[in-house]
Structure formats: structure tokens, C-alpha cells
């Protein structure tokens, strides 16, 4: 006499951790010019880079684009049109693929928006402190 018998399985996958970096400018940028931000997705248990993945960039809210990691790098140009100090942000939202569950991460810095008259000033201003040092003698 054949039997026969039911069983429930429950897969339990586990979220594996990913750290997300930035670089993007250190000092300020001029409004309404492009600027790069780029960086890496790495898993956080073996530190490997992490491909075909999408970063995007926001700044207050406001979205700067987005990129797919190759070789678990991304670049994202962005601009920002107002003078200011913003909270520029990069996400990965996390991922689910063949049967890997990819956790969120993120990375948030500060930068300065300056108008293009500050950047210029600066430059005559370094010119006209360069020709006072020279002419008082304190420069050659």
C-alpha cells in the first residue's frame, strides 16, 4: 500500500549588509555647474563589489539622477542651481536577486553652492594680495 506525505518548507533567507561610499567635492561648487559624485557599493560580510545595482543621488529632496553600478562603481553628474548649503544624499534602496537579499545603504554629505562672481573675486582677490606683497617687498 503506497503512502504518501506533506511537507511545508520555509526558506529563511537572510539580508546580507552593504556599505555605499561617496566622494564628491570637498570644496564649493558654482551654481548651475556640473559637478561629479561617484563611489562604490560593496557587501558588507566580504567587502566584494557589487555590479547591476542602481544608486541615485538627491539633494534636499530633490533628485540629481542616477546611475548602475559597473563593476561596483557609479558616477552621477549633478547640478544644482541655488546658492546654498545642501544635504546631498546617495541611496541604494537594497535588492532582491537570485535568492540574495541585498540590505540598503547610504551616504550623506554636506555641500556649498557659491555664485560664480565668488569664485571670481577670489581669483583677483589672490591676484591683487600677490601684487601688494610684491610691491611692499614682503613677496619677489
Known sequence: MPSSATAQI?????????????????VPVVQGE????SGELRRADTNTLISGETITAVFNGTSLGSDTTMNG?????????????????VKFAGS???????????????????????????IIGAASLGLILVKTGLSK
Open 10 to 26: 520555509n526558506v529563511i533567507t537572510s539580508e546580507v549588509g552593504t556599505v555605499l561610499t561617496l566622494t564628491a567635492p570637498t
Open 34 to 37: 556640473q559637478f561629479r559624485m
Open 73 to 89: 562603481t557609479y558616477n552621477i553628474d549633478g547640478v544644482i542651481n541655488e546658492v546654498g548649503i545642501y544635504t546631498l544624499t
Open 96 to 122: 532582491t536577486s537570485s535568492g540574495l537579499v541585498l540590505g540598503p545603504s547610504q551616504f550623506i554629505r554636506t555641500v556649498g553652492v557659491i555664485m560664480e562672481d565668488f569664485r571670481t573675486l577670489g
